[in-house]
């Protein structure tokens, strides 16, 4: 028996080596790539805060089935995200990602600083010991003084105390005390020199080896190559820690009629890959991990007892709280949407898309139980601050190099000149300075968004601003400074008071000048307010007619003239200054019930209707 195993192990052998020649000519199989790649990144999509990357992964060799691994991914990968397309010659089965921790071989940078790690604990431990025997050598003099002290009292006492040999012994042990310490202050200091120097040395062999052992991101694509014809098919992630942000520079000179607009993206470029010569699309979209959207739940509603002194749960009788309230409601809704856009499981997926139908349960109950002229009013108001605009994508014309890296990178996505009015703003109320202001017209191919602006005239730096988003063909308003050959100023001209009735009256006039120092005339929107008040019946005011008559804009006659804000655009002419400004006079009535008196009535619902007042007057 023993004899005749090796002929059964030679027999196997090859039989096993037989199947596996004559097993397969029909179907040859590809052996798997066993040297990981990286592939080329060509095209990143980068949203507000992360970017879809394109890495280019070629593939050679005879058709048959693959397995390729496509390493150095960054740690800032979503693993749900990854997917490649198939193409007509190459299959792709599936893509699975995978963490794998590696080693690397030490450095001489390593060797050099344990050696001197070495060095510097052997200097520590010397220190010690040279620290011990200082102790010692205190502790016999500690002995000694106590040997003497008593011995110099004996004699002292029997009277054969020898004065020179007490002064010698005293001497010595102070002597000796005072080097010791002096050698135990210099070992301390030395000590603490040496203890730096190690942790600095243990800190850099740190930085130099937490690579060693490092965990590298991959994924691993199962494929099938049709063809014999090199091949490549693109895979493609999303990662975190990257945005952008609008940024603008614009620019005025002599030329008045148009302004150079350069609208560049500032880039944070956090995600641990370098992009090199890639095609750059920036985008304001929100990139979804989900494939489907939110799901409807019934609005299931109950009858509940109705008491005529008291609102039903959600009814609110003040159209600036009913005004609030759906403005919360819509900003959960956004909320919900976003978090379901990232859900994949079933579970957390019906969660959310249950709390996005509660959010709507709300807003329905408050269209239940509220007047339909307050819940009207609201909802017009809240029509111009909508957030679901369409998405804008900026497609790069050339090659961008993003490396990942801590501060922010700037590339242009438009520069160009665009057609511009120029004119005077002058609001003597608030400020004598007179501004300079421009209606800019859109006229560019691009979708401007919100975002900061940086304003030159002249080649001037003027100061900073901020526009809203403008589409192609609207007119948006920018501010380029004061003109200090301007000035502006209001006088109180009368006042006079009288009782009709009841009610008391009072006559109000006022004189508002411009003065130009300038030798050429210019263009002025001149500003000023009467009194106003929601409720008119309490409150009326009647505008007298004034020396020139008010602004016939239709933008100003439907925004501002209903608030008692005044407008007139006039033309100061030039040299224009002191007795030849230009001025205007007005005046008005105001008529109230006498038993009360005039005051301020602004509230936060007054500061919310200026606020977008100022939104509105942004654009035209």
Same mark, same amino acid.
């Given at each position: 028996?023993?004899?005749?195993?090796?002929?059964?192990?030679?027999?196997?052998?090859?039989?096993?080596?037989?199947?596996?020649?004559?097993?397969?000519?029909?179907?040859?199989?590809?052996?798997?790539?066993?040297?990981?790649?990286?592939?080329?990144?060509?095209?990143?999509?980068?949203?507000?805060?992360?970017?879809?990357?394109?890495?280019?992964?070629?593939?050679?060799?005879?058709?048959?089935?693959?397995?390729?691994?496509?390493?150095?991914?960054?740690?800032?990968?979503?693993?749900?995200?990854?997917?490649?397309?198939?193409?007509?010659?190459?299959?792709?089965?599936?893509?699975?990602?995978?963490?794998?921790?590696?080693?690397?071989?030490?450095?001489? &940078?390593?060797? =050099?600083?344990? %050696?001197?790690?070495? @060095?510097?604990?052997? $200097?520590?431990? +010397? /220190?010690?010991?040279? #620290?011990?025997?200082?102790?010692?050598?205190?502790?016999?003099?500690?002995?000694?003084?106590?040997?003497?002290?008593?011995?110099?009292?004996?004699?002292?006492?029997?009277?054969?105390?020898?004065?020179?040999?007490?002064?010698?012994?005293?001497?010595?042990?102070?002597?000796?005390?005072?080097?010791?310490?002096?050698?135990?202050?210099?070992?301390?200091?030395?000590?603490?020199?040496?203890?730096?120097?190690?942790?600095?040395?243990?800190?850099?062999?740190?930085?130099?080896?937490?690579?060693?052992?490092?965990?590298?991101? &991959?994924?691993? =694509?199962?494929? %099938?190559?049709?063809? @014999?014809?090199?091949? $490549?098919?693109? +895979? /493609?992630?999303?990662? #975190?820690?990257?945005?952008?942000?609008?940024?603008?520079?614009?620019?005025?000179?002599?030329?008045?009629?148009?302004?150079?607009?350069?609208?560049?993206?500032?880039?944070?470029?956090?995600?641990?890959?370098?992009?090199?010569?890639?095609?750059?699309?920036?985008?304001?979209?929100?990139?979804?991990?989900?494939?489907?959207?939110?799901?409807?739940?019934?609005?299931?509603?109950?009858?509940?007892?109705?008491?005529?002194?008291?609102?039903?749960?959600?009814?609110?009788?003040?159209?600036?709280?009913?005004?609030?309230?759906?403005?919360?409601?819509?900003?959960?809704?956004?909320?919900?949407?976003?978090?379901?856009?990232?859900?994949?499981?079933?579970?957390?997926?019906?969660?959310?898309?249950?709390?996005?139908?509660?959010?709507?349960?709300?807003?329905?109950?408050?269209?239940?139980?509220?007047?339909?002229?307050?819940?009207?009013?609201?909802?017009?108001?809240?029509?111009?601050?909508?957030?679901?605009?369409?998405?804008?994508?900026?497609?790069?014309?050339?090659?961008?190099?993003?490396?990942?890296?801590?501060?922010?990178?700037?590339?242009?996505?438009?520069?160009?000149?665009?057609?511009?009015?120029?004119?005077?703003?002058?609001?003597?109320?608030?400020?004598?300075?007179?501004?300079?202001?421009?209606?800019?017209?859109?006229?560019?191919?691009?979708?401007?968004?919100?975002?900061?602006?940086?304003?030159?005239?002249?080649?001037?730096?003027?100061?900073?601003?901020?526009?809203?988003?403008?589409?192609?063909?609207?007119?948006?308003?920018?501010?380029?400074?004061?003109?200090?050959?301007?000035?502006?100023?209001?006088?109180?001209?009368?006042?006079?008071?009288?009782?009709?009735?009841?009610?008391?009256?009072?006559?109000?006039?006022?004189?508002?000048?411009?003065?130009?120092?300038?030798?050429?005339?210019?263009?002025?929107?001149?500003?000023?307010?009467?009194?106003?008040?929601?409720?008119?019946?309490?409150?009326?005011?009647?505008?007298?007619?004034?020396?020139?008559?008010?602004?016939?804009?239709?933008?100003?006659?439907?925004?501002?003239?209903?608030?008692?804000?005044?407008?007139?655009?006039?033309?100061?002419?030039?040299?224009?200054?002191?007795?030849?400004?230009?001025?205007?006079?007005?005046?008005?009535?105001?008529?109230?019930?006498?038993?009360?008196?005039?005051?301020?009535?602004?509230?936060?619902?007054?500061?919310?209707?200026?606020?977008?007042?100022?939104?509105?007057?942004?654009?035209?």
């Amino acid at each position: 028996m023993f004899k005749a195993q090796p002929f059964y192990r030679t027999f196997s052998l090859l039989l096993v080596a037989s199947l596996f020649l004559f097993s397969f000519d029909d179907h040859p199989l590809v052996a798997d790539q066993s040297a990981p790649i990286t592939g080329t990144i060509t095209r990143v999509t980068l949203y507000r805060g992360q970017a879809l990357v394109s890495r280019r992964i070629e593939i050679d060799g005879a058709a048959g089935s693959r397995e390729i691994v496509v390493s150095d991914l960054p740690n800032t990968l979503l693993p749900g995200s990854l997917y490649a397309d198939s193409t007509a010659q190459v299959e792709v089965r599936a893509v699975r990602y995978r963490q794998r921790a590696v080693g690397e071989e030490p450095r001489e &940078e390593v060797r =050099l600083l344990d %050696e001197q790690i070495a @060095d510097h604990q052997r $200097s520590v431990h +010397l /220190n010690q010991k040279q #620290s011990e025997l200082a102790a010692q050598k205190l502790a016999y003099l500690d002995q000694l003084q106590g040997f003497v002290a008593p011995t110099a009292g004996a004699e002292l006492s029997s009277g054969v105390l020898n004065a020179e040999t007490l002064k010698q012994l005293t001497e010595f042990s102070f002597e000796q005390r005072a080097a010791v310490i002096e050698v135990q202050v210099g070992l301390a200091k030395s000590l603490q020199e040496l203890n730096q120097a190690l942790d600095t040395l243990k800190r850099q062999r740190t930085e130099l080896t937490k690579q060693s052992q490092r965990t590298v991101n &991959e994924a691993v =694509l199962f494929l %099938e190559k049709l063809d @014999d014809a090199p091949q $490549s098919i693109e +895979l /493609n992630y999303l990662v #975190s820690q990257c945005g952008w942000t609008p940024n603008y520079t614009i620019k005025a000179n002599d030329d008045r009629s148009q302004v150079q607009i350069e609208y560049n993206a500032l880039i944070e470029q956090l995600t641990g890959e370098d992009w090199a010569g890639v095609e750059l699309t920036l985008s304001t979209a929100s990139p979804a991990l989900s494939a489907s959207g939110p799901s409807l739940a019934p609005f299931t509603v109950g009858l509940m007892p109705s008491r005529s002194n008291e609102q039903l749960p959600l009814q609110v009788a003040d159209s600036t709280i009913l005004l609030n309230s759906i403005r919360d409601n819509r900003m959960q809704q956004q909320a919900g949407n976003m978090a379901i856009t990232s859900s994949i499981d079933f579970r957390s997926k019906t969660t959310g898309n249950w709390s996005l139908n509660k959010t709507a349960c709300s807003l329905q109950e408050l269209e239940l139980t509220n007047p339909y002229e307050l819940l009207r009013s609201a909802t017009v108001e809240l029509g111009a601050d909508r957030a679901d605009a369409p998405s804008l994508s900026y497609h790069l014309s050339s090659a961008v190099s993003l490396a990942s890296r801590t501060d922010q990178q700037m590339v242009r996505i438009y520069r160009g000149n665009i057609a511009s009015e120029f004119y005077h703003v002058a609001t003597p109320l608030l400020s004598n300075y007179v501004f300079r202001e421009a209606e800019v017209n859109n006229s560019s191919e691009y979708d401007f968004l919100s975002g900061p602006v940086t304003v030159y005239l002249d080649g001037r730096f003027v100061g900073r601003a901020e526009i809203p988003t403008v589409a192609q063909g609207e007119t948006f308003v920018l501010g380029f400074g004061s003109d200090a050959q301007l000035r502006a100023h209001r006088e109180l001209t009368e006042k006079k008071e009288s009782v009709q009735g009841g009610n008391k009256e009072l006559r109000i006039g006022y004189r508002l000048s411009v003065e130009n120092y300038k030798n050429k005339a210019v263009k002025v929107r001149l500003f000023d307010r009467l009194p106003y008040s929601n409720r008119a019946n309490d409150v009326r005011v009647t505008l007298g007619r004034p020396s020139v008559e008010l602004s016939d804009d239709a933008v100003y006659i439907r925004r501002e003239r209903p608030k008692n804000i005044l407008r007139w655009d006039i033309e100061v002419p030039a040299d224009a200054g002191g007795e030849r400004s230009l001025t205007i006079d007005y005046d008005f009535t105001l008529d109230y019930d006498r038993n009360f008196v005039l005051a301020d009535a602004s509230n936060e619902q007054a500061a919310d209707e200026f606020e977008k007042l100022e939104r509105s007057r942004q654009k035209r």
